[in-house]
């Protein structure tokens, strides 16, 4: 077995659309990135990368690759999930959190949880998301931007 972890920070901005766990949320800001900015899928692949001892998000997908901008970050998962498939692993369960102060993301948790699971190959069961606000301290409290981290349990295939 294998373990890692991963975060992510982006900034918050108007004229963006909010992309969070590859569902676009409702909100009067968005995520500012090179790709669609999906904070909460960033650290789910750095923590997967991490566990596979594969370096980082920003190694394998860099900013200045112009043809991923403005890519979905389901996209960058699936390929993830195929670097792990292909050093013989697949995810045991995956835990992450959103530190958001708005909006109330737990309406979107399901729908999160169900293109995680499917972009992992994996069964929803081995995933679980979890958001929460930081009482308005910090970055994420003024509504400067979203933060996630993400803890991945890899076990070898076989
Ligand atoms: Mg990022």
Redesign the pocket.
């Known amino acids: 077995m294998r373990i890692g972890c991963g975060y992510?920070a982006?900034c918050l901005v108007a004229g963006r659309p909010l992309i969070l766990g590859g569902v676009q949320i409702e909100h009067e800001t968005g995520l500012l990135?090179h790709s669609d900015?999906d904070?909460l899928l960033?650290a789910i692949c750095d923590a997967l990368l991490g566990a596979l001892g594969e370096g980082d998000?920003g190694r394998h997908f860099p900013d200045s690759d112009p043809a991923l901008k403005g890519i979905s970050s389901l996209l960058l998962l699936e390929r993830v999930v195929a670097l792990m498939t292909g050093k013989g692993y697949r995810l045991g369960n995956l835990d992450a959190v959103i530190i958001a102060q708005r909006p109330r993301l737990s309406p979107h948790i399901p729908a999160m949880r169900d293109r995680i699971a499917a972009a992992c190959g994996a069964i929803p069961e081995r995933i679980n998301i979890k958001a929460t606000t930081t009482e308005k301290l910090g970055f994420e409290g003024r509504e400067e931007g979203i933060a996630a981290q993400a803890v991945a349990l890899l076990c070898a295939v076989g």
Do not use: K, L, R, W
């Open positions: 992510d982006h990135g900015a904070v960033h998000i």
